[in-house]
């Protein structure tokens, strides 16, 4: 699968886990007379929550794979010659997707396929427009987005989780067209790990 796709889906990470929380139902008694209701009448109950486990799941396993990929060879040292902070963007995506989807009612057969579907059309133009690094869950994990220039690329997007500043000498690795991953370069090019 497309590290596009997968970044795309952890991005959703965080409202899988609420979508999760928001929907599972656990019957709970507190008299003397109630018994445990079963395991498949359990599941019956909770398709569509576990559903939602199920793709949070994949997002924390993406992650992983995301981590692996991004510890690959890297470029030289590279001085950043410009930079402009991007953090915004996550909060945009947020604010624009993930929060809204948390209204849509699922209990209703249709409104359950619209859901998905919206969220299949919305990772398409999200990776066909390359804007699958505005990605709230990985803010959240400590990630910061700059579009910056060195003194061998121009006006490149950086995923980093360092603080990146002008001067600041980085290495990167491509992620797509003009999206790379970086992280500050140390000690004559020795990157931290």
């Known amino acids: 699968m497309s590290l596009k796709i997968q970044l795309y889906?952890?991005?959703?990470?965080?409202?899988?886990?609420?979508?999760?929380?928001?929907?599972v139902q656990i019957p709970y008694c507190f008299d003397k007379n109630c018994h445990f209701i079963g395991f498949a009448k359990l599941l019956i109950t909770n398709v569509v929550p576990l559903i939602f486990l199920l793709l949070a799941i994949f997002g924390l396993i993406f992650y992983v794979n995301f981590k692996y990929v991004i510890r690959r060879n890297r470029s030289l040292p590279?001085?950043?010659?410009?930079i402009e902070n991007l953090n915004w963007?996550?909060?945009?995506?947020?604010?624009?997707?993930?929060?809204?989807?948390?209204?849509?009612?699922?209990?209703?057969?249709?409104?359950?396929l619209v859901f998905f579907?919206?969220?299949?059309?919305?990772?398409i133009i999200?990776?066909?427009?390359?804007?699958?690094?505005?990605?709230?869950?990985l803010a959240?994990?400590?990630y910061h987005i700059y579009k910056l220039s060195t003194t061998n690329k121009e006006n490149i997007i950086i995923i980093s989780k360092d603080v990146i500043q002008e001067n600041d000498r980085i290495q990167y690795q491509l992620l797509s067209d003009n999206i790379y991953m970086a992280n500050k370069s140390i000690n004559n090019g020795n990157t931290r790990t």
């Open 89 to 112: 963007e996550h909060l945009t995506f947020l604010v624009t997707y993930v929060i809204p989807f948390l209204s849509f009612n699922l209990n209703e057969d249709r409104n359950g």
């Open 117 to 123: 579907l919206v969220l299949i059309i919305i990772g």
């Open 140 to 142: 959240l994990l400590g």
């Open 126 to 137: 999200y990776i066909k427009t390359n804007m699958f690094y505005t990605n709230p869950t």
């Open 78 to 82: 590279d001085k950043v010659t410009r």
């Open 9 to 23: 889906i952890v991005s959703l990470w965080l409202l899988f886990i609420l979508l999760f929380i928001n929907k």
